[in-house]
């Protein structure tokens, strides 16, 4: 079942290049493409250009206790100009994680707080009619920031929402006759409060999909809520985070995650990952009737780059197996909706990507 499920893998364990009897289990990399030199060079750009990673971490861990799984996908975010969906309980450092962050990297941060009566002129600004000289002057809107925490967004109904994913989408906001590009780099972390639906306007999933990842926030651990307890439990102003790292230095770690290496092997593995989350071949895997629709190619490109982003915050000049495996949730629940029959019976997009990983070979 599961080669009829993955055809592209069982073609590559009968590759001549393959060692047989390997199965799923392969030999090192293949370096032949690249000579020892550029494989030199890519791991000396990779240190330099990561130095600062652990500091941000250090100091992010000054003021923020655990949520160090949100602090990597913002990270991944940073590296890969993408954006986060954020789904969880109020009170769980959502609006402090991304202050924090923009005090370490010296970056402008705005709050957004969606209610039912917005109007986009709030988000993206408006033309101004000035009474001296009988002309129009642009107010920018708080969209011009570096980074953007957008508040329980499904608050705000459709034309408000557009308005900002279309500014996720374009980088850019037009205000009459001008376009405005927006600052880089530029982050949206929109939040979902999955407790309440009345008076909310859910997103379409045509318009979740422009979210890169979806990341579900739980609670602290014990150990975690005593250091909370110990941290916050008082009255006197908040530590300040220092500045640790500039803008510019995160564009330039851009351009170094997009030259990481990826093998062969692990770019059909992520295309299988994505396939078998279509209903044709999600059949193949034993799910048939649970999905209703799988990832888009925008998925695959996602997967691609945040593992590419995963390698360099682990400070690697190439891509592995477990990078893609380790993004691949939060790359795809947002992306795979179940059937009726699915949500019956209790099944989620979470377990169906789960048991796709988990049944598809590794290379």
């Given at each position: 079942?599961?080669?009829?499920?993955?055809?592209?893998?069982?073609?590559?364990?009968?590759?001549?290049?393959?060692?047989?009897?390997?199965?799923?289990?392969?030999?090192?990399?293949?370096?032949?493409?690249?000579?020892?030199?550029?494989?030199?060079?890519?791991?000396?750009?990779?240190?330099?250009?990561?130095?600062?990673?652990?500091?941000?971490?250090?100091?992010?861990?000054?003021?923020?206790?655990?949520?160090?799984?949100?602090?990597?996908?913002?990270?991944?975010?940073?590296?890969?100009?993408?954006?986060?969906?954020?789904?969880?309980?109020?009170?769980?450092?959502?609006?402090?994680?991304?202050?924090?962050?923009?005090?370490?990297?010296?970056?402008?941060?705005?709050?957004?707080?969606?209610?039912?009566?917005?109007?986009?002129?709030?988000?993206?600004?408006?033309?101004?009619?000035?009474?001296?000289?009988?002309?129009?002057?642009?107010?920018?809107?708080?969209?011009?920031?570096?980074?953007?925490?957008?508040?329980?967004?499904?608050?705000?109904?459709?034309?408000?929402?557009?308005?900002?994913?279309?500014?996720?989408?374009?980088?850019?906001?037009?205000?009459?006759?001008?376009?405005?590009?927006?600052?880089?780099?530029?982050?949206?972390?929109?939040?979902?409060?999955?407790?309440?639906?009345?008076?909310?306007?859910?997103?379409?999933?045509?318009?979740?999909?422009?979210?890169?990842?979806?990341?579900?926030?739980?609670?602290?651990?014990?150990t975690e809520e005593r250091a909370i307890l110990d941290?916050?439990?008082?009255?006197?102003?908040?530590?300040?985070?220092?500045?640790v790292v500039s803008a510019s230095h995160v564009i330039?770690?851009?351009?170094?995650?997009?030259?990481?290496?990826?093998?062969?092997?692990?770019?059909?593995?992520?295309?299988?990952?994505?396939?078998?989350?279509?209903?044709?071949?999600?059949?193949?895997?034993?799910?048939?009737?649970?999905?209703?629709?799988?990832?888009?190619?925008?998925?695959?490109?996602?997967?691609?780059?945040?593992?590419?982003?995963?390698?360099?915050?682990?400070?690697?000049?190439?891509?592995?197996?477990?990078?893609?495996?380790?993004?691949?949730?939060?790359?795809?629940?947002?992306?795979?909706?179940?059937?009726?029959?699915?949500?019956?019976?209790?099944?989620?997009?979470?377990?169906?990507?789960?048991?796709?990983?988990?049944?598809?070979?590794?290379?």
């Amino acid at each position: 079942m599961n080669q009829k499920a993955a055809p592209p893998l069982g073609e590559r364990a009968l590759d001549p290049k393959s060692q047989p009897g390997q199965g799923a289990i392969s030999e090192p990399r293949v370096v032949s493409p690249r000579s020892v030199s550029e494989m030199r060079a890519s791991r000396e750009m990779v240190t330099e250009n990561s130095d600062w990673i652990r500091p941000l971490r250090e100091e992010m861990g000054r003021v923020i206790v655990g949520q160090t799984h949100l602090l990597d996908r913002l990270l991944i975010a940073l590296l890969t100009n993408g954006h986060v969906l954020l789904e969880g309980v109020p009170g769980l450092a959502k609006t402090l994680t991304l202050k924090t962050l923009a005090h370490c990297i010296s970056l402008r941060f705005k709050r957004l707080q969606f209610t039912p009566d917005m109007l986009p002129a709030d988000i993206v600004g408006t033309m101004i009619y000035s009474p001296q000289d009988g002309a129009f002057r642009t107010k920018q809107g708080p969209i011009f920031s570096n980074l953007i925490l957008a508040d329980e967004i499904n608050r705000a109904p459709a034309k408000v929402q557009s308005a900002l994913l279309e500014a996720m989408q374009e980088r850019q906001v037009t205000l009459g006759d001008e376009t405005y590009p927006l600052p880089a780099p530029f982050l949206v972390l929109a939040t979902q409060n999955p407790l309440e639906q009345e008076g909310t306007y859910p997103l379409p999933e045509a318009q979740v999909d422009r979210f890169m990842m979806k990341v579900i926030v739980d609670y602290p651990t014990r150990t975690e809520e005593r250091a909370i307890l110990d941290a916050m439990a008082t009255t006197e102003p908040m530590i300040v985070p220092r500045t640790v790292v500039s803008a510019s230095h995160v564009i330039e770690a851009r351009h170094v995650v997009n030259t990481l290496f990826v093998d062969d092997k692990v770019r059909d593995y992520i295309v299988d990952i994505v396939l078998a989350t279509r209903p044709p071949i999600a059949a193949g895997l034993k799910l048939d009737g649970y999905v209703q629709t799988g990832a888009s190619p925008r998925a695959t490109i996602a997967l691609t780059l945040a593992a590419r982003a995963m390698a360099f915050l682990n400070g690697r000049h190439f891509v592995t197996p477990q990078d893609v495996k380790t993004v691949a949730m939060d790359v795809l629940r947002h992306r795979v909706s179940v059937t009726y029959e699915a949500e019956a019976e209790n099944v989620t997009p979470e377990n169906i990507i789960e048991k796709i990983l988990n049944m598809l070979p590794v290379p």
